[in-house]
């Protein structure tokens, strides 16, 4: 986590901390900021996210919806954020997204 601000109440002596994760900084990158060229698959793009990012991966993403490949690259104009980038991509399959505690980026199956 990175801590943006730490207040502490005069009063009670209650302190509030400001803090966010890596995915916070997913809004600061934008699609052009990694190099992907098509055909690329799913998986691909999710590497490539998370390399910008600079965390790990964690889980198999050679199978299923992640082996889905764009021919000539998903349809995106490039100045698309990497966050709206990784909705999209649970969105197609069928996942959520988030940081383990390790910062390692997860993609998990809906029930």
């Given amino acids: 986590m990175y801590v943006t601000e730490v207040h502490r109440d005069e009063n009670t002596n209650a302190i509030s901390v400001t803090a ?34 600079g965390v790990s991966l964690i ?19 490039g100045d698309e954020t990497i966050l709206d980038v990784l909705v999209d991509i649970a969105e197609a399959t069928n996942t959520i997204y988030y940081l383990d505690r390790e910062e390692r980026l997860t993609f998990k199956v809906l029930d």
């Fill in 59 to 77: 889980g198999d993403y050679t199978t299923g919806p992640f082996a889905w490949e764009y021919e000539i690259g998903a349809n995106y104009i």
């Fill in 20 to 53: 966010y994760d890596k995915l916070y900084q997913a809004s600061s990158f934008t699609l052009q900021d990694i190099s992907l060229e098509a055909p690329y698959k799913i998986s691909d793009l999710v590497v490539a996210c998370a390399n910008v990012l």
